[in-house]
């Protein structure tokens, strides 16, 4: 895996790349980048660039998903499809993949996903609309609720 980092809004962003597509985003550095980055890695980097500056609402770049049980690749698969600038419950994904009881182990699949912010574990909240739960911290996902937030309103009243 080759990796890079990009400084954005809610700080660096490590961002890993292998012969298939991107398959691991971290908040903060990493061990092993390169001083000069990946040619392959341009494309995730200018659509995260476009996305904290509000110019990109869906990323198009290729993933590779390397890992995870079958329910966590269906709640990954899930929250990928939750429109930008929306939100859902644990309890509606785990309802939605077919488990209403399974609202925890959502939970658990979102911490595990390994490409924060590009499969937008963050558009998952608690019930009632609590703010709860992600790897990078509450500050990173409310950073990155409200920037989806206000670009879809701005682009909804334009």
Known sequence: MRWTVLDTPIGELSVGIDDVGICGVRFGPVEGVAEAPDPGLAPAVAELRAYFAG??????????????????????????????????????????????????????????????????????????GKLVGFGGGLPRKRHLLELEAGVAFQRAWA
């Open 55 to 128: 110019e990109l609402t869906q990323f198009t770049v290729p993933l590779h998903v390397r890992r995870g049980s079958e329910f966590e690749r269906a709640v990954w698969a899930e929250m990928s499809k939750i429109p930008y600038g929306e939100t859902r419950t644990y309890g509606e994904v785990a309802a939605t993949v077919g488990d209403p009881g399974a609202a925890r182990a959502v939970g658990v699949a979102c911490n595990r996903n390994s490409i924060p912010v590009i499969v937008p574990c963050h558009r998952i909240i608690g019930a009632g």
